[in-house]
């Protein structure tokens, strides 16, 4: 098991003290994980991706995704067969039901998903909020003036009063 040392990071970053729990729940996750159904991870453009899933012999309705609170989760269960005693000579396609977890970062949401010659894709893009886009702020100046003698008062008037 690796110890990773985020103390550099913590000096220049703000809100970042949830990424070693991130990172601890991720190699934990893959030490205890099996390699069924095998996937791809896609970059296609700069802001969208795509997950493929080998999922051979599930049909629509044996396949589930859903998102809770940035994790994607697709489970698979097999229900035709039941009750079939099928006698394989070898058997090298596995039908056996999963269970697959993706940890999404922030503004990352599924966009489609489709089955088509076996494979699930699963198309996600970040969306970033239009409030949290960079924006520049304008500088305004009224006048070249260090300070505007009509909206300040004389001294002798301040010191009367």
């Known amino acids: ?88 000579l070898h058997q090298g396609i596995a039908a056996r039901n999963f269970e697959r977890r993706f940890q999404l970062a922030d503004h990352v949401e599924v966009t489609q998903a489709h089955l088509k010659n076996g494979l699930l894709h699963i198309d996600l893009a970040r969306e970033i909020p239009e409030a949290m886009k960079p924006k520049s702020i304008p500088i305004e100046s009224n006048s070249n003036k260090l300070i505007d003698v009509e909206e300040t008062e004389p001294i002798e008037k301040r010191d009367a009063a």
């Open 1 to 88: 098991m690796h110890n990773f040392d985020f103390s550099p990071l913590y000096r220049t970053t703000i809100g970042f003290d949830h990424l070693s729990s991130l990172l601890k729940t991720v190699s934990r996750s893959d030490a205890n994980s099996n390699s069924y159904p095998p996937y791809n991870i896609e970059l296609l453009n700069k802001d969208q991706y795509r997950i493929t899933m080998a999922v051979a012999g599930f049909v629509k309705n044996e396949l589930d995704i859903q998102i809770e609170q940035q994790l994607l989760v697709v489970k698979g269960t097999r229900h035709n067969g039941e009750g079939l005693e099928v006698n394989y």
